[in-house]
């Protein structure tokens, strides 16, 4: 299965964006899917994940409260509000074919991964 995420672009601070994520070649409707993100010069950290039914969802400490993370029967999204310039980074999308919710808020359990959507926040 491939991943497609889209919808980054460059906001001002305290806008908001909705980042998508499509798959293609195979159905993620059945699997656990998450959102992380890379800065400049750091690691891909995690930043949210949802269950397969949508359910339940996970999020990192530090976007709580801003972040959303939805999905429909083809897509996964993250809702980012009131962007911080902190918030720059490249988002990618992953799929995990783990059975546990959430997984650890780590990369390695995740199997499938997107090629990143670009966020930059201005101040």
């Known amino acids: 299965v491939q991943l497609q995420a889209s919808g980054g672009g460059l906001v001002q601070a305290g806008g908001s964006l909705r980042l998508s994520c499509a798959a293609s070649g195979g159905t993620v409707s059945n699997v656990h899917m998450g959102w992380f993100r890379q800065a400049p010069g750091m690691e891909r950290a995690f930043v949210a994940a949802i269950s397969r039914g949508g359910g339940m969802t996970s999020y990192a400490d530090s976007v709580k409260g801003r972040f959303s993370i939805s999905r429909d029967s083809t897509t996964v999204y993250l809702r980012i509000n009131s962007l911080k310039p902190e918030d720059t980074a490249n988002y990618y999308c992953?799929?995990?074919?783990?059975?546990?919710?959430?997984?650890?808020?780590?990369?390695?359990?995740?199997?499938?991964w997107g090629q990143g959507t670009q966020v930059t926040v201005s101040s």
């Open positions: 992953a799929a995990t074919t783990r059975t546990n919710f959430p997984p650890a808020q780590r990369e390695s359990q995740y199997d499938y």
